[in-house]
């Protein structure tokens, strides 16, 4: 693995082991209290990164906002009882058995589960299909918090339903839970819709659901971010493409999207009566593939890397919808790259630079997760234990974490798509993919950033850079070019304060706005103290 620089650390996916048997306890907590309280069934749970979820099937019924803090006091309720969580290690044939009244956990069980035996916990009345471990009992959570509920789609197998979701947390003591609800109380002044609010940076519409209108400020900051990676991308070696947004059926079927994800891509009657259903793109990679595959390649066109800043959109269920991190239609930093089996270590080095300088810019710390196989992953197992996943989180200045940027390496798109080039002895190989963004959605990362600095935003994003203040109406037509008294008409001066009104002097007009042009330029993020 090439190295890593300052700022990043390399970790593998998943939560904590602590963590994780603590949350996954906590879930089946809440997946009994619902099964109580609602007479919900319990289909899945899993451990995040900060807290858990657990999916419930509840028929045509709905956990609304109101119902939280019930279910929040069922939960204490069935954690004080002390119930003991039973491990249980069962052939499928046994497992098959216990769950033949749950067509949910009986799916699971089919997708995930390839060995001959696995492990199921009991809990009060739920069973969970669950490798473990888990807590002793649930009397070790002493505290617990309901947070949201939300739509959530089954789409396994045969069955596809909505059920409900509902995230929680919980601590295994009460002063974790208050110092826990402190740092959401500070989050809270800090929410990214709010900053766009009185900014005037964006809105939300009903008429136009999951999408953002950005009003010009907030446009100045989006354009100013993707010149910003644009400009990395140019000096990487990166050919921006423009790819078509419209597309038939056909293409996400060979490039397997629409077997596994068929429910987020958006479907579009064609207005000219073909029976062939057309779709809006939810990602770039198979346009890319076509891009490649275009006209025969050589050896010497590798790596071959293109970069694309197309709009993109995807059927998110409406419960999922928050703010600019989770829309409908959005646009990220994508890049492929296509380039030879010996070329790979390099790219992916050269990737990890890539991060690295992007985010010291943008002033986070980061960690590089190897991700794993995900459930339902598309071609053979054989060829994802070839295959690599670096999953890029960011920790803002609050101390969360956000999935933002990935580089993954694929063998399975280039064989879908037939792509080759001509090698050096003249016969055709096979290009290794690797799927590249740095930022991720460019929404998303702006709501990050706006929630990390406060609505402070630093010199070169912010929408408002410099006010002039005139201290006189007689210094108004100067003032129309630089803060400024009568003495500083005079002089040709102004003087400078910054927004926390710290006095910076009086300084000549034009060397002045030549330093903020090079603070603007340079991309500092504390331009006000290097003034």
């Known amino acids: 693995m090439p ?42 749970a899993r451990a995040t990164e900060d807290g858990f979820f657990c999916d419930v099937d509840m028929g045509d019924r709905t956990v609304q906002g109101g119902d939280l803090p019930a279910l929040e006091e069922a939960c204490v309720t069935f954690a004080r009882s002390g119930h003991r969580f039973e491990r249980l290690e069962a052939t499928r ?48 959570i002493r505290a617990l918090r309901v947070l949201t509920s939300s739509a959530s789609l089954w789409d396994r197998g045969v069955t596809r ?53 950005f009003l010009p400020r907030g446009a100045h900051v989006y354009n100013a971010l993707l010149e910003f990676i644009r400009s990395e991308c140019q000096s990487r070696g990166f050919r921006e493409v423009l790819s078509p947004t419209l597309f038939r059926r056909a293409l996400w079927q060979r490039s397997g999207h629409w077997q596994h994800y068929g429910p987020n891509i958006f479907p579009v009657t064609s207005p000219d009566g073909d029976d062939e259903q057309l779709s809006l793109k939810p990602m770039n990679c198979p346009a890319h593939c076509l891009m490649f ?24 269920p409406p419960g999922t919808l928050t703010g600019l991190t989770r829309l409908r239609r959005f646009t990220q930093d994508d890049g492929h790259i296509f380039c030879t089996p010996e070329q790979l270590e390099g790219e992916v080095a050269a990737c990890l630079d890539f991060v690295g300088t992007v985010y010291g810019v943008l002033g986070f710390s980061y960690q590089l997760v190897l991700a794993t196989r995900p459930p339902g992953f598309l071609g053979d197992t054989e060829t994802w234990d070839r295959a690599e ?48 963004a740095v930022l991720g959605s460019l929404e998303r990362l702006l709501a990050v950033l706006a929630e990390s600095c406060g609505g402070r935003w630093p010199l070169w994003l912010s929408p408002l850079q410099v ?6 109406p007689e210094v108004e037509p100067y003032a129309r070019e630089v803060m400024v008294g009568p003495r500083e008409r005079s002089r040709g001066t102004v003087s400078v304060r910054t927004r926390d009104n710290r006095h910076r002097g009086e300084r000549e007009l034009r060397p002045a706005l030549r330093r903020l042009q090079e603070l603007r330029d340079t991309r500092v993020p504390n331009a006000e103290e290097l003034f």
């Open 467 to 472: 006010m002039v203040i005139p201290q006189s």
């Open 3 to 44: 190295s890593i620089r300052a700022g990043g650390r390399l970790l593998f996916a998943g939560a904590s082991r602590r963590h994780r048997a603590f949350w996954l306890s906590g879930a089946c907590v809440l997946g009994a209290a619902a099964q109580q309280l609602f007479g919900a069934t319990f289909c899945g």
């Open 161 to 213: 339903r909505h059920l409900q979701r509902v995230t929680a947390i919980a601590f295994p003591h009460p002063e974790d839970a208050a110092r826990w609800q402190r740092a959401q109380d500070e989050a809270a002044t800090r929410d990214h819709r709010r900053i766009g609010k009185e900014q005037e940076l964006f809105f939300f519409h009903p008429l136009s659901p999951g999408s953002c209108f």
């Open 293 to 316: 595959a275009h006209r025969p390649r050589s050896w010497r066109e590798l790596p071959l890397r293109l970069a694309d800043f197309g709009v993109l959109h995807r059927n998110e």
């Open 389 to 436: 996943q670096i999953d890029i989180r960011i920790r803002d200045a609050l101390g969360r974490q956000h999935q933002c940027g990935t580089i993954q390496l694929d063998f399975q798109m280039p064989e879908r798509f037939g792509l080759e080039y001509m090698s050096a002895s003249g016969g055709p190989l096979r290009p290794v993919l690797i799927h590249r």
């Open 93 to 140: 044939p046994q497992l098959a058995q216990l769950f033949q009244h749950s067509n949910f956990q009986l799916q699971q069980l089919e997708d995930e589960v390839t060995s001959p035996t696995a492990t199921v916990y009991r809990c009060g009345p739920i069973l969970h299909l669950c490798p473990g471990p888990l807590l002793r009992h649930t009397g070790l």
